[in-house]
């Protein structure tokens, strides 16, 4: 049987590269990181290595890729829905750590076919591809791509707090879903009374962590810290001023937001105009 990826019918395919900002691009990272950390990505990604292969369409997927993007066909892709949703998190360390990725994006018409769905592993996406290996639940994706670079803390201590706060961030992501997507009109003014007490954990570990002046678990970013991030954004445009009591995860989010590579990808399309959720609330 002949899957949908094959067919090309479910998807159109995009190519995103955030590592313009550098002298010359890179598939693994900017030019002024060590030599190491190239050898030590290419280690962890075989597929980094592989034949150059000139740009336009790679006759054995059927799927397109920016003439511009690398002499490489990137190792990663994401398949989605149009939006920002349980994606953005991935998107932002991505493009922080200057990686090229291909985003297959799926409209719910087609979604609603069946075959894509009855193909992935749980019935539901994301999908991420790296190189052969797939992957579905978007915090396995950010926990492997927090292995692969170097972004799940410095040791078992701190890799179990940055566990622990991703999964507080999840906690808080099933609320606002289930805002966004079951109770929206009749449960936001509850919810926004609600979300102080919500945010309070976030703010206590940065004023243990430094005073508040690093990243949300020792002095390194962490793949939690994106996801936390992407989180903090959706909330402030649902409650413009939520963050307003909390001094610490306000200037948390400026700060990572002022990231050089995770600035342009903010301000890029990409992100602007990529609505938060499928339904049209935010």
């Known amino acids: ?37 190239v050898w030590a990505a290419e280690v962890c990604h075989p597929s980094l290595a592989r034949k150059r292969a000139r740009p336009g369409k790679d006759k054995a997927s059927g799927r397109f890729w920016n003439r511009y ?45 069946g075959p894509l769905k009855a193909s992935c592993l749980y019935g539901q996406l994301p999908k991420f591809q790296d190189g052969d290996l797939t992957l579905y639940q978007s915090n396995a994706i950010l926990r492997h791509l927090g292995r692969s670079f170097g972004l799940y803390g410095k040791d078992q201590r701190e890799a179990a707090l940055v566990d622990m706060v991703n999964d507080g961030v999840e906690d808080l992501r099933s609320k606002y879903i289930t805002l966004i997507y079951t109770n ?20 206590t570990l940065l ?5 508040g002046q690093a990243f949300i678990v020792g002095n390194q970013i962490s793949f939690a810290d994106y996801n936390l991030l992407d989180l903090l954004l959706n909330h402030q445009v649902l409650a413009p001023g939520c963050l307003d009591s909390f001094p610490l995860l306000l ?19 990409e992100h602007v105009n990529l609505p938060i959720n499928g339904n049209g609330k935010q």
Not at 184 to 203: A, Q, R, S
């Open 207 to 211: 004023a243990q962590n430094q005073g």
């Open 69 to 113: 993007s690398s002499p490489h066909l990137p190792p990663y892709a994401i398949v989605y829905f149009p939006v920002r949703g349980r994606c953005q998190a991935m998107r932002m360390l991505l493009a922080d750590q200057g990686q090229s990725w291909k985003e297959e994006v799926v409209t719910m018409e087609t979604w609603l076919q």
């Open 251 to 269: 200037a948390y989010v400026a700060r990572l937001s002022a990231r050089p590579k995770l600035k342009a990808f903010l301000a890029s399309p």
């Open 1 to 37: 049987m002949k899957s949908p990826a094959r067919s090309g019918a479910y998807a159109k395919t995009r190519v995103f590269v955030y590592a313009r900002a550098a002298p010359v691009l890179s598939v693994v990272c900017g030019n002024k990181r060590p030599r190491a950390r």
């Open 184 to 203: 929206y009109e009749t449960g936001k003014e509850k919810y926004v009374k609600e979300l102080p007490g919500h945010l309070k954990p976030f703010e």
